[in-house]
């Protein structure tokens, strides 16, 4: 929660349980100057959400640039695929990292195009 929203909260809280238990009102703001905080913090968010919004943006169009790997669809690139995954299970991080270095490694991990 923004710090004004918390704030206009905590003091609308206040002025109701004072009202409530029939206490003295908490010493708050005027409601002018209230009322211009409450604007200040509600800029701010706008402004928060328009960036999100942008960014929101920018995420969606970075994912339909995302195209799938295509392989090669004969049975001998597929089986030479299937091979090499199950060769890199057994491989501990180090040995992975090395392996994936080459191209028929990256080629079966889906790191490059053919």
Do not use: W
């Not at 918390?6 to 100057?33: F, G, M, S, W, Y």
């Not at 790997?69 to 049975?75: G, M, N, R």
């Not at 695929?81 to 270095?101: F, G, K, L, S, Y």
């Amino acid at each position: 929660m923004h710090n004004a929203t918390r704030r206009t909260d905590r003091n609308c809280r206040a002025i109701h349980t004072a009202k409530e238990a029939k206490k003295q009102l908490p010493n708050l703001p005027e409601p002018q100057v209230r009322e211009k905080h409450a604007r200040e913090g509600l800029k701010k968010l706008q402004q928060i959400k328009s960036r999100m919004a942008t960014i929101d943006t920018e995420i969606l169009a970075k994912r339909q640039e995302l195209k799938p790997f295509e392989y090669p669809t004969d049975v001998v690139s597929a089986m030479k695929r299937q091979e090499i995954r199950a060769h890199i299970r057994t491989m501990n991080e180090d040995q992975r990292r090395t392996a994936t270095r080459t191209f028929e490694y990256r080629q079966a991990v889906g790191a490059i195009r053919s």
